[in-house]
């Protein structure tokens, strides 16, 4: 089992930064393949961003392309999301995920791929 905390979450202005972090418990945290999750207001949770047990291949939606990149660190039992060129839409709580990932190029991409979650952190951008 793995269990995970969120932190990094606040209030920025359009076209500005976060980094979120997903610290997480347990000796066997590379054997995890991670993703983030969001959920806005009234609507489904959504897939962020999928990155694979050693961290080589990362997934993300068209939403967040080449403005998001998760990463992390085994050693560190962490993985992160850097937020980049926010927009007033990318306002939602993000929640941290995580699955035993049976396969090196394996990351989730959907809520019901992955046993373990976070509480979520609220990320609002202003416009």
């Known amino acids: 089992q793995v269990q995970v905390i969120e932190s990094g979450g606040g209030l920025v202005q359009a076209g500005g930064s976060l980094r979120l972090s997903c610290a997480a418990s347990g000796r066997t945290f590379s054997s995890y393949a991670m993703a983030w999750f969001r959920q806005a207001p009234g609507k489904e949770r959504e897939f962020a961003a999928g990155i694979t047990r050693s961290g080589r291949s990362t997934y993300y939606p068209d939403s967040v392309k080449g403005r998001f990149t998760i990463s992390r660190d085994n050693a560190k039992n962490t993985v992160y999301l850097q937020m980049n060129s926010l927009k007033p839409e990318d306002t939602a709580v993000y929640y941290c995920?995580?699955?035993?990932?049976?396969?090196?190029?394996?990351?989730?991409?959907?809520?019901?791929?992955?046993?373990?979650w976070g509480q979520g952190t609220q990320v609002t951008v202003s416009s």
């Open positions: 995920a995580a699955v035993q990932g049976d396969y090196l190029s394996y990351a989730p991409s959907t809520s019901s791929e992955c046993d373990y």
